[in-house]
């Protein structure tokens, strides 16, 4: 195989035994540097593990990696566990932090870490974890980090090496092999450069402003709407397709797709060809007689298709199936398909310059755009890719406009916010020393602070608790600690409820019930189901634990504060627990089928978690049961991985 530059710096490193960080656009083959780490590793007898931030990905990345290495790939995300001690092991971010920090920790035998999508550091909710896992990397591992492009690779790999003594190479390639060409449709009209768009802005004289995040913007009526069938024709028409079009909402992407019914991208024989694949999928993963399955295939044979997290886990994997044989021409999905999943295509097209960033609306960042834009352009095949950029000035204006695509990405930034989990832990291993740990944070060595800073501060606030909660006594962690310590992000309100002998009470139905209450977050404007008796008396001594454990939380100014429980699918864990069939579920509730699947899969993942604490045998039953009644048919994860073609 034929390197390109930045390829063959990266592995010149590697094979002199340095740990990697490369900063890449995406698209640019860096998964390449990474098989040649699997490759030498594999060579040399040692073993390896390859992280992912999602769990899509990892599964992803396993069947792409069987198909290479076959019984040497195992996968390990929490609700799989496949050949779990292969000498290529996958498995999400979250489980190596996990792994890293316990004392029956099994990594001896992998000599390298392969952090794919590293800029999740960045991430508000989850990049305490990947910080985590690189302030706590055992000394005899070596890292290649993988990462779309970072301005401050210098800092974060300057970081790494003051925290671990050891040198780590830096590289750095900031051309795409398939150059983006970026288009922008505005008033329904297209412009190839940005400067012109200026000029499609009606004139002052002739439109009237209202006033928005302190802009101004033209009103709605004296604007040209973007039509899709617009776009699609010009498409079509110039040889752009296939296209990626990017929506931020599951509804609008179904719609989109529906819109377009009155088009056929394929001709005779590519619709003979996308049928029969479409059958022969929906075989292999039971799938024929799933309703959402039929809603797809009138879209599936005109050559247009839909993705997103709402969906079957099942029927998005056999869209992605449909999308690399080629047949697709137009998908409309959520962001999520741009993450490290290598489906690129010609062209890709934004619906909207804004999205909404967990808590609030905004602009799309310039680093998440690019993301998204990188899946233009098939390397080997096209000679640029093309970037569609739907400008809506009722929402963006022209100075918002140029700052997403003109800026340079965003630096990454810490977020480092040690789980109770992580500080009880660590209490048990290091003591009061444990506040050792903070000068080892990007957050420290980013801000260069010499007195204490807030992520020091809420460590200090959450000792102070876990003391005041008898999570640790005496310089030790109490029973109630080593129960918490096994616990990720749900260490509170799971060992309260384990102390006061709630979770010795509940039936197995209660518990998987109860698991899924942890994890599920509602939407907005989600009403909750009418419960049964003892999942009310549940929901009343859970709120109520609740309350009291926040308001300790705020007492001691620790942020975010632990999350509630919300019983909103309730109704589906009890009916699915007693044997009721998937669709049935739906009259239950107002979450996709996808959201179901997932809930009920995390709520799996906590049960197994408490099988790993210091619990009584019979608790450790009941959830082995509760286990095996959630734990099939669709909600089986293992063996949706488990399924060839």
């Known amino acids: 195989m034929k390197y390109d530059k930045f390829q063959t710096q990266a592995i010149e490193h590697i094979n002199a035994?340095?740990?990697?960080?490369?900063?890449?656009?995406?698209?640019?083959?860096?998964?390449?540097?990474?098989?040649?780490?699997?490759?030498?590793?594999l060579a040399n007898g040692t073993r390896v593990i390859y992280t992912a931030p999602i769990k899509a990905l990892s599964n992803q990345k396993f069947r792409d990696f069987q198909t290479l290495y076959e019984d040497k790939i195992g996968i390990l995300t929490g609700d799989v566990s496949i050949n779990p001690?292969?000498?290529?092991?996958?498995?999400?971010?979250?489980?190596?932090?996990?792994?890293?920090?316990?004392?029956?920790?099994?990594?001896?035998?992998?000599?390298?870490?392969?952090?794919?999508?590293?800029?999740?550091i960045d991430d508000y909710e989850r990049g305490t974890v990947w910080e985590e896992s690189l302030i706590f990397l055992p000394k005899h591992m070596k890292m290649l980090a993988l990462s779309a492009t970072i301005p401050n690779i210098n800092e974060f790999a300057d970081w790494i090496q003051a925290v671990h003594g050891k040198p780590v190479k830096v590289v750095v390639e900031t051309t795409r092999p398939v150059p983006l060409h970026i288009i922008y449709q505005c008033e329904n009209k297209f412009f190839d450069n940005i400067n012109k768009i200026k000029g499609a802005i009606p004139p002052i004289s002739s439109r009237k402003l209202y006033y928005s995040r302190g802009k101004s913007f033209i009103r709605k009526e004296h604007l040209r709407a973007n039509r899709l069938d617009t776009l699609i024709n010009h498409l079509q028409n110039t040889g752009k397709l296939p296209c990626i079009y990017f929506v931020f909402g599951r509804r609008r992407a179904e719609y989109l797709a529906e819109e377009l019914l009155n088009y056929d991208f394929l001709d005779t024989h590519e619709k003979a060809e996308i049928t029969a694949l479409y059958s022969r999928?929906?075989?292999?993963?039971?799938l024929k007689n799933e309703e959402s399955a039929n809603i797809l295939l009138p879209l599936v044979e005109r050559g247009i298709a839909y993705h997103h997290a709402g969906m079957l886990p099942t029927l998005k994997e056999v869209i992605e199936r449909l999308f690399t044989s080629k047949l697709i021409k137009v998908i409309f999905t959520t962001e999520t398909f741009a993450l490290g999943i290598n489906m690129p295509a010609k062209t890709v097209a934004f619906d909207d310059l804004r999205k909404y960033y967990g808590s609030f609306h905004a602009n799309l960042k310039t680093r998440d755009f690019?993301?998204?834009?990188?899946?233009?352009?098939?390397?080997?095949?096209?000679?640029?890719?093309?970037?569609?950029?739907?400008?809506?000035?009722?929402?963006?204006?022209?100075?918002?406009?140029?700052?997403?695509?003109?800026?340079?990405?965003?630096?990454?930034?810490?977020r480092f916010n040690a789980s109770y989990a992580t500080i009880l832990n660590l209490?048990?291993?290091?003591?009061?020393?444990?506040?050792?740990?903070?000068?080892?944070?990007?957050?420290?060595?980013q801000t260069k602070k010499k007195t204490p800073g807030r992520a020091?501060?809420?460590?200090?606030?959450?000792?102070?608790?876990?003391?005041?909660?008898?999570?640790?006594?005496?310089?030790?962690?109490?029973?109630?600690?080593?129960?918490?310590?096994?616990?990720?992000g749900y260490e509170i309100s799971l060992t309260e409820l384990y102390e006061q002998g709630i979770l010795e009470e509940l039936s197995e139905i209660s518990l998987g019930v109860l698991a899924v209450a942890v994890v599920f977050e509602p939407r907005k404007n989600t009403t909750l189901p009418k419960l049964n008796k003892e999942t009310r008396k549940l929901n009343y001594r859970t709120d109520n634990m609740m309350k009291i454990a926040n308001g300790i939380e705020k007492k001691y100014g620790i942020l975010p504060i632990s999350k509630g429980l919300h019983y909103h699918l309730a109704p589906c864990v009890e009916a699915w627990m007693r044997g009721v069939e998937f669709n049935s579920l739906l009259s239950l509730t107002d979450a996709d089928e996808g959201e179901i699947i997932r809930y009920l899969r995390m709520g799996i993942q906590v049960l197994r978690e408490i099988l790993d604490t210091p619990a009584s045998n019979n608790l450790k039953n009941k959830i082995r049961s509760a286990i095996k009644l959630m734990n099939r048919d669709i909600i089986d994860a293992e063996n949706q991985l488990r399924k060839i073609e």
């Open 370 to 414: 690019y993301q998204m834009a990188g899946r233009a352009g098939r390397r080997g095949i096209d000679e640029e890719g093309f970037v569609f950029a739907r400008v809506n000035l009722n929402s963006i204006n022209y100075d918002e406009l140029r700052k997403i695509i003109q800026s340079s990405p965003e630096e990454v930034r810490s």
């Open 85 to 120: 001690h292969a000498p290529i092991l996958i498995m999400t971010t979250e489980i190596f932090r996990n792994k890293i920090l316990s004392e029956e920790s099994d990594l001896d035998e992998y000599e390298w870490i392969i952090f794919d999508e590293i800029h999740y």
């Open 456 to 488: 020091l501060n809420n460590m200090q606030a959450k000792v102070q608790l876990l003391k005041n909660l008898q999570y640790i006594s005496n310089g030790q962690l109490t029973a109630k600690g080593e129960f918490a310590g096994k616990l990720y």
């Open 281 to 286: 999928l929906c075989d292999v993963f039971d």
């Open 17 to 41: 035994g340095h740990s990697v960080i490369v900063s890449a656009p995406t698209g640019s083959g860096k998964t390449a540097i990474a098989e040649h780490v699997i490759n030498e590793s």
């Open 427 to 445: 209490y048990a291993r290091y003591g009061e020393k444990l506040y050792d740990i903070y000068p080892r944070s990007f957050y420290y060595f």
